[in-house]
């Protein structure tokens, strides 16, 4: 397999202009004549099928949820970066370029970052444009605030609803394109299998959610953006149904999976509570611009936490990271949390937690400021909690949050396999080893507005003519067979487990061995109980009902076993990458200090994994990563 990167020559702040310059054209006419499959439809997504429809192709869509507009983006809280120096704080698009590289801890690729700063700027103009309702300031002008890893303010924000807005502002764009007919909506559609013909992604096949139906689509390219797969740990923030199915099952076909132990930890996340939970929550980011986080200076301190004078507390980030303090990147962050809650300062009934405290702030701003500022995080902290966040300090420990890895991209956004592009959160993305905070919704509309539409037209101007085939076609007809016996044998299949207790167990392993910190040793457990697991998944999972209706344990089972396979490669790739870099903390890699120690000399790359066969070891191959206008330093935020 060959990674060609395809970044195009000459200086880094002209490269993508001139990329677009010298791309191909498809004459407005012959727009109409090619076809594109877009799987998801969350910002990524909705973004792509409504941009590519307006231009004129015509666009089939999947989801697996009742509406487009339910997509996992939804859920996004804190905000999205640009690069537009509001603030008149020093922003620019250097900047961000720079504070993305140096985040993702050396190991994005400079000329998909610096395209994706370029662009952010487009991206708050284009959601204003479509109404989304970012706060303002008094004048009129946007508001900003600031996340971690970043010494400027560049985080445009709808209250803690950010997520939700831009989505709607995506949504209504796709359904105007619905209305007209240029864009055929699948609501409730689940893409099973990719379609491959002479080397060439030309279609899917789905199933129908609600009547079992098995259906297959055929098109000039696909398109996937269906999200990330941290839901391999179960206990997530992500939505329940968050899975990695289009993309595991698109990497059996050939498209090579890139970085997958690059998981996100988010710090800021309500603490695990019990066996009873099935997923967690996110107290957004956007927290920590007014919260302090500590924990009691003593080990084993138990006094509530008014009860603990300010010099008995250890305010643990703004002492190790005077620069960035609370605004620490969330690698960073979630490690300092784990090492505290270690020693035994954690604090809550468990002891895995830590306080975020607003009570200065309150002292500061006025309590009225912090409500208009986060009332809507406040309250759902409440509810859940049954603790008031305005009186008593919140408690918050980290969680399985967000995926830096996925299928491996071209510059261009295709993947290995010719014809399939892959936006969002779904691809190896431009993050590296650490995505900073408000820079996933940044991304996946960069690659939906203003990057596929250009690359996909590229493509087709390039192949001109594709073969006529239909779902008649030999490969269809396999790709359904595979689908119809996969689900064959989960139902014939009369264990006595159910699915989430697979999912459950999954997840503990994951956390374990291949969570915050990771080992040799753990991960060669891991990669001993995980393909035991898997083996007895097949002979123990219980699914019951039929095909033919509506059946959640069938989807369920289904996207479990391919989390419990995608479990094994990411452990496989931890191993394998002997050095520390962001979120990816191989303990035996560590400075005194207990910071990240990289290896530049053996894995300044990105590790992409080919598959070759249901019983033999995939293959990791390597994209150089080279940094010829940011010098490859050590990370400090000191
Ligand atoms: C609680 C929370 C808060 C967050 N807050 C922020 C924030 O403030 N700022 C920020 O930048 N990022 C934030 N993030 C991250 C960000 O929300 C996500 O990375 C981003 O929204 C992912 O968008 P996406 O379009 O790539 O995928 P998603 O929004 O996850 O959409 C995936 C789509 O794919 C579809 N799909 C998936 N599999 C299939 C299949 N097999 N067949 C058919 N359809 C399929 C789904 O139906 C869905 O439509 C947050 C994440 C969480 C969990």
């Given amino acids: 397999m060959e990674l060609n990167s395809n970044v195009p020559p000459g200086p880094l702040e002209t490269k993508w202009t001139q990329?677009?310059?010298?791309?191909?054209?498809?004459?407005?006419?012959?727009?109409?004549?090619?076809?594109?499959?877009?799987?998801?439809?969350?910002?990524?997504?909705?973004?792509?099928?409504?941009?590519?429809?307006?231009?004129?192709?015509?666009?089939?869509?999947?989801?697996?949820?009742?509406?487009?507009?339910?997509?996992?983006?939804?859920?996004?809280?804190?905000?999205?970066?640009?690069?537009?120096?509001?603030?008149?704080?020093?922003?620019?698009?250097?900047?961000?370029?720079?504070?993305?590289?140096?985040?993702?801890?050396?190991?994005?690729?400079?000329?998909?970052?610096?395209?994706?700063?370029?662009?952010?700027?487009?991206?708050?103009?284009?959601?204003?444009?479509?109404?989304?309702?970012f706060a303002r300031e008094y004048s009129g002008l946007l508001a900003n605030r600031s996340f971690g890893g970043a010494q400027v303010s560049r985080t445009f924000y709808a209250r803690g609803q950010t997520g939700q807005q831009l989505l709607l502002g995506a949504y209504q764009a796709l359904e105007r394109q619905v209305g007209l007919g240029t864009v055929k909506m699948h609501s409730r559609h689940e893409m099973q299998q990719l379609v491959v013909v002479d080397g060439k992604a030309r279609g899917v096949v789905v199933r129908d959610l609600e009547t079992g139906e098995t259906e297959s689509h055929v098109a000039d390219a696909v398109i996937l953006a269906t999200g990330g797969y941290g839901t391999v740990f179960y206990l997530a923030t992500y939505a329940k149904g968050a899975n990695c199915t289009a993309i595991w099952r698109a990497y059996k076909k050939g498209a090579a999976f890139a970085n997958p132990c690059y998981t996100q930890i988010h710090p800021t996340c309500i603490p695990v509570t019990g066996d009873h939970q099935s997923k967690l929550t996110l107290m957004s980011e956007s927290l920590r611009n007014d919260g302090r986080i500590w924990v009691p200076k003593a080990n084993g301190d138990k006094r509530p936490p008014d009860q603990i004078p300010e010099s008995e507390r250890d305010y643990y980030l703004e002492r190790k990271y005077p620069a960035f303090g609370n605004l620490s990147p969330r690698d960073i962050s979630s490690r300092a949390a784990k090492e505290v809650c270690d020693e035994g300062r954690g604090v809550g009934k468990t002891g895995f937690g830590v306080y975020l405290d607003f009570a200065d702030a309150i002292d500061r701003l006025g309590v009225d400021l912090i409500r208009e500022r986060y009332g809507n995080l406040f309250d759902m902290y409440e509810r859940i909690t049954d603790e008031d966040p305005y009186k008593i300090p919140m408690r918050i420990y980290p969680a399985s949050h967000y995926t830096m890895g996925g299928l491996w991209v071209d510059y261009n956004l295709m993947s290995s396999v010719e014809g399939l592009f892959v936006l969002g959160e779904a691809n190896f993305s431009d993050h590296g080893a650490n995505r900073l905070g408000a820079s996933a919704l940044m991304q996946g509309l960069a690659d939906g507005y203003f990057v596929i539409p250009y690359t996909l037209g590229n493509y087709f101007g390039t192949v001109r003519a594709f073969d006529k085939i239909g779902v008649d076609h030999p490969a269809f007809k396999q790709a359904e067979a595979e689908v119809a016996e996969r689900s064959r044998r989960l139902l014939g299949n009369k264990g006595d487990k159910t699915p989430d207790d697979f999912h459950r167990e999954l997840g503990r392993i994951m956390w374990n061995y291949c969570g915050m910190g990771r080992t040799e040793e753990g991960l060669k457990k891991a990669l001993v109980e995980l393909p035991a697991l898997k083996q007895e998944f097949w002979k123990r999972v219980r699914v019951p009902g039929e095909n033919g209706e509506i059946n959640q344990s069938l989807e369920k089972a289904g996207r479990v076993a391919d989390l419990i396979e995608l479990g094994d490669l990411l452990c496989r790739d931890a191993l394998e990458r002997r050095e520390s870099c962001g979120a990816h903390f191989r303990e035996e890699y560590q400075t005194p200090d207990h910071e990240a120690l990289r290896d530049d000399e053996n894995f300044c790359h990105v590790a992409a994994w080919e598959y070759t066969g249901e019983d033999a070891p995939p293959v990791r191959h390597v994209e150089p990563l080279s940094f010829e206008n940011i010098h490859l330093q050590t990370r400090s935020y000191k």
């Fill in 19 to 133: 990329h677009k310059f010298d791309m191909k054209l498809v004459n407005p006419a012959n727009k109409r004549k090619y076809s594109v499959i877009v799987v998801g439809t969350g910002l990524a997504g909705g973004s792509a099928a409504a941009s590519l429809a307006e231009l004129g192709y015509q666009v089939t869509c999947f989801c697996y949820q009742d509406s487009p507009r339910r997509a996992h983006s939804i859920a996004a809280q804190g905000g999205i970066n640009a690069a537009k120096n509001y603030q008149n704080d020093g922003d620019s698009v250097h900047r961000l370029f720079y504070d993305t590289i140096k985040g993702g801890d050396f190991r994005a690729r400079e000329a998909n970052v610096h395209r994706l700063a370029e662009v952010s700027v487009n991206i708050i103009d284009q959601c204003v444009a479509q109404g989304v309702p």
